[in-house]
């Protein structure tokens, strides 16, 4: 049945988030806008703490979605310095084994805060994943990562934090394509990972942006999620390669429930604005008599809205075990450039209150931008959304 | 708990729906739009699935379906895939059918309901939009004055679907500065039916002006008599309808111009293949789907009988825009053989264009 309604334990748990994202998140949101690269401990140890009561579990389902809409409407920088497994665990989610599942993830939200990430850009390729040159030698019962990876969001703490994992995209085989790209975990501090330097941001300050280093990096052979056969057959048997792939099936979603978070932060902070102004938006007055303002309020909303049922849709299809890989595309797509529009339009109507550092809404505006960019940019997503509308593989449609 | 799947008594009436508008409508649409008639044939062939009186009650001598605005959105959308004009005429008896069988008193149920229940299409219709600049339909110049125990209407519409066949029309006038609904009978004194439009697109549904000239109707034809009625829930309704009806169109523009993106061939490869061509497509099926799950979240609210103003616009906003880009498009990938009527989407373009305009011409 057709429903719109959260279940009582997800309203539950999105009043929860809302609490902390207006208790804890806002008042810092700010200060780590300001003071980049430093750490916020005590959100960091709270949030842990809340994760591991399961009052704030970040998975990849509705209900985590619904709590990081609402974290992220908090502030989404902040957001990305909640600890947690993150993409890593997403990547080992998607293609690791039962027992690589325990053994990664098993005891991970025991001890003290811990990440996890997923390093797949170089300084060479972003969009073009296939084209990454990071190699990884097997010798003997160890796997040998040589390459450099960088934008690894949540990269130094992952990488430095004692129990936490990096999962690093590697060819094992260059001349075998997009069939010798195989994905490895590698836990935080092994020798050979480094730290290179931590990127300066238009948003998300807060978030550590890293480039990693792997300089003959030893790892167990067992590390290496999916088959690591290279099978040299034809296209569709290149499966390292659609392991990364299905991983964006699900983290696209969660990178646009973040986006509708921001989106609905800068839409409440306009309403409100109106509101104590005593302007009323007149929903049901035909189209050529509203004003202008109301014409843009009702734009955004809309757009808000057609994002966040994209997102949950493609959201729920996963928890459904559907394919989502045209949903999760066009939900990231849409909610990436709505969040973009919305905050900028919102930024253009409050005018000097809007453009000042003195609100929040200018940093929304920086913060919204990176959903349109990350996990696949927008144009990337319309790529894989016009191919399966088209039904064109890759080659067809370039 | 949020889903979205149909049930499976909603999956079987749309692909009723949907083999209904692939086999029936498909074939003479365009036939219909050149010739601005509907054969009675697929008229009937649709009255006999039961569309309209399926949620009138058993005692009504309907059967008693349940009413829900999510079905009639489903419904909608295929139908509208198959054809606009062919579904608006197909579905205007519920004009005036559902506003009496929501808020009719009891009176109004007999008399009217079991009209919709027979075996052979039962035309009626509403008139709501008036034939001015800046119409809106709450704060109407068509004028409703109490006199003894009659009400007396002046005022001139425009838009009413099959407003010469129909034997009801459900006429909304001004009464104290609100929109209320009026049933006014055919051949009552100063009910005016004039000329058939010729309108932009639409062009195989029978659309006319009517005048009303000191109309004199008996006071229990008001709808809801004395306890009147929610004239925003038919809004609504309407919003709702229409958008849904929008999203059809919307997909058949885009299945055809993405299939023949696939087919012809430029510079020695198909023009689908080139990102200009694929982006346009992609963003007409993301925005599609968008207006869609809009369009049902304000069905689900009406459903829930809850306060849906703010969704149902807003869908229906997003909805208007929405057509027009996508069928606009669909014409560009198509070029010059898009602007001639050999192919449909310069059809599909004409109708889409008129969504802005068709508010209170279709109901769920």
Known sequence: MIDFEPTQEQKEAINIAHKFAEELFRPASRYYDEHEHESPGELIDKTWGERNKGTLALGLDVTACLRIEELCWGDAGLFLCVPGPGLGGAAIFASGTKEQLQRFLGTFNEGDPKWGAMAMTEPGCGSDTSAITATATRDGAEWVLNGEKIFVTWGKRAAQNPGGLVVVWATVDKSAGRAGMKSFVVPAGTPGMRVEKLEKKLGIRASDTATLIFDNCRIPFENILGNPEVKKVDKSETKGFKGAMATFDATRPVVAAMAIGVGRAALDFVKEALQKQGIRIRYGVPRQKLTVLERDIMEMEANYKAARLLTLRALWMMSQFQPNNLEASMAKAKAGLAVTKITQKAVEIMGPLGYSRKYLLEKWMRDAKINDIFEGTGQINMLIVARRVLDYSRDQLR | ?364
Not at chain 2, 319 to 338: C, K, S, Y
């Open chain 2, 1 to 364: 708990m949020i889903s979205f799947s149909p049930t499976e008594e909603q999956q079987m009436i749309v692909s009723m729906a949907k083999q209904f508008a692939n086999d029936e409508m498909r074939k003479i649409y365009r036939q219909c739009d050149e010739n601005g008639t509907i054969p009675e044939g697929v008229i009937d062939t649709a009255w006999k699935m039961g569309l309209t009186s399926s949620s009138i009650p058993e005692a009504y001598g309907g059967p008693g379906g349940e009413r829900s605005a999510i079905t009639g959105s489903l419904i909608a959308e295929e139908l509208a895939w198959g054809d606009l004009s062919i579904t608006m005429h197909i579905l205007c008896p519920a004009l005036f059918a559902y506003p009496i069988l929501e808020m009719g008193t009891d009176t109004q149920r007999k008399k009217y309901l079991p009209l919709f229940c027979g075996e052979k299409y039962k035309a009626a219709t509403a008139a709501l939009i008036e034939p001015r600049f800046g119409f809106d339909p709450c704060s109407l110049s068509t004028a409703a004055r109490p006199d003894g125990n009659e009400y007396v209407l002046n005022g001139e519409k425009c838009y009413v679907p099959l407003a010469a066949e129909a034997d009801s029309l459900l006429v909304y006038a001004a009464q104290n500065g609100t929109s209320q609904a009026f049933v006014v009978e055919k051949g009552t004194k100063g009910l005016e039916v004039g000329e058939r439009e010729k309108n932009m697109g639409l062009r195989a549904l029978a659309t006319y002006e009517i005048s009303l000239k000191d109309c004199r109707i008996p006071k229990e034809n008001r709808l809801g008599s004395e306890k009147g009625y929610d004239f925003n829930r038919i809004m609504n309704c309407s919003r709702v309808a229409l958008s849904a009806m929008a999203v059809g169109v919307a997909k058949a523009a885009m299945e055809y111009s993405r299939d023949y993106a696939r087919e012809r061939v430029a510079f020695g490869e198909p023009i689908g293949s080139r990102q200009t061509v694929a982006f346009m497509l992609a963003e007409m099926a993301i925005e599609i789907d968008a207006t869609r799950l809009m369009t049902w979240e304000a069905a689900w609210r009406l459903d829930r009988k809850e306060e849906a103003t703010k969704e149902a616009v807003l869908a229906k906003a997003y909805a208007d825009d929405m057509v027009l880009m996508v069928t606009d498009r669909a014409v560009q990938i198509l070029g010059g053989h898009g602007y001639v009527r050999e192919h449909p989407v310069e059809l599909w373009l004409r109708n889409g264009r008129g969504f802005a305009t068709f508010d209170g011409m279709a109901i769920v």
